[in-house]
Nanobody
Framework: QVQLVESGGGLVQPGGSLRLSCAAS????????MGWYRQAPGNQRELVAA???????KYADSVKGRFTISRDNAKNAVHLQMNSLKPEDTAVYYC?????????WGQGTQVTVSS
């Protein structure tokens, strides 16, 4: 099994920045995808940004140009730099790991964008 530990959420004013981090541990495959999803109250969980198992990145249209995903392979970690945050970015953000049909989620971290 793989365990994911997230950090970095919090309260920020509109236009501000936050950086989320997710570290994976456990029995990991050598090739895997890892990324971030979010879920706002009353909404379905949606992709924010992710690395695919092939190494490419994908972003939700709503965050392109504002959010950047990066990875630290040595630490099995991914980071999400979120700039120019908007109130509509408010949600619980979940880290996701996927490999060979196996997927797991972190516990989630709250991001609130409000003045």
């Amino acid at each position: 099994q793989v365990q994911l530990v997230e950090s970095g959420g919090g309260l920020v004013q509109p236009g501000g920045s936050l950086r989320l981090s997710c570290a994976a541990s456990g029995s990991m495959f050598s090739i895997y995808g890892m990324g971030w999803y979010r879920q706002a109250p009353g909404n379905q969980r949606e992709l924010v940004a992710a690395f695919t198992s092939g190494g490419s990145t994908k972003y939700a249209d709503s965050v392109k140009g504002r959010f950047t995903i990066s990875r630290d392979n040595a630490k099995n970690a991914v980071h999400l730099q979120m700039n120019s945050l908007k109130p509509e970015d408010t949600a619980v953000y979940y880290c996701n790991y996927v490999a060979r049909g196996y997927t797991t989620w972190g516990q989630g971290t709250q991001v609130t964008v409000s003045s």
